[in-house]
């Protein structure tokens, strides 16, 4: 029960009393005065209580903009997070710095690979140069080996169009062949699956079981990657 209800409660109560009462008048002026005390005391409880929910409301209101402040912080940082794990194509020719971002965004939504993967890949592979040729042979951006160039039907592995396509649609084979596992997808990416299989190499967990290169190339990836 709150002030306010003993306040009503207790008046009706002080009213029915005087009604009833035959008392003489000395006795009435000392029931008047308690009454007038007691009912002045009950509305101060009364007004205490309703400034009491307002503050609480007002304490409510406060805390539900500081948590909507909160979440709106925490999305921008997300945004911001989002964009800083962009990998930037460098090249000292901007012709060629456009023509790989272009392929990049088509090879991406063609073979619904992630375009950061992409460009993580050629990173680590290339560094952008697509005229770069490895001690083992391996060519252009994405390294593609002789025999990947012979499967994947690459005529001009030198090529920035060609050598992305390619490259995006063979990380895509093992990305599909791992469930979607891009550790994994990179580690026969660059260590070779018939090599993780012969190795018994069926998680990442296992990656020591393969050739040192390849465990450094997935982390050096995995690290651009995800920013």
């Known amino acids: 029960m709150n002030g306010m209800e003993f306040l009503n409660i207790t008046s009706n109560l002080s009213v029915g009393n005087t009604n009833q ?29 309703e400034t009491c929910n307002v503050n609480k409301t007002a304490n409510l209101n406060k805390l539900s903009q500081n948590q909507n402040q909160n979440i709106g912080l925490g999305l921008e940082t997300q945004n911001s997070i989002q964009t800083s794990n962009k990998i930037e194509v460098t090249s000292k020719s901007e012709d060629t710095k456009q023509r790989i971002e272009n392929a990049v965004s088509i090879a991406s939504k063609k073979y619904n ?3 950061n993967l992409i460009k993580s890949i050629i990173k680590v592979e290339s560094n952008f140069n697509p005229k770069v040729v490895s001690s083992a042979g391996a060519k252009g951006l994405m390294q593609l080996m002789p025999e990947n160039c012979r499967d994947l039907g690459v005529k001009d592995p030198f090529n920035i169009e060609e050598n992305i396509d390619a490259g995006t649609r063979h990380i895509k084979e093992y990305l599909d062949k791992y469930n979607g596992n891009v550790e994994m997808g990179l580690m026969a990416f660059n260590g070779g699956p018939g090599r993780m299989a012969r190795r018994g190499v069926t998680s990442i967990a296992q990656i020591y079981k393969m050739p040192k290169e390849t465990q450094n190339y997935v982390p050096k990836v995995m690290k651009y990657y995800r920013g």
């Open 21 to 49: 009462c035959t008392c003489n008048s000395s006795s009435n002026n000392s029931g008047d005065v308690f009454d007038m005390v007691l009912i002045s005391l009950l509305r101060a409880m009364a007004n205490n209580n």
């Open 113 to 115: 690979v992630d375009a």
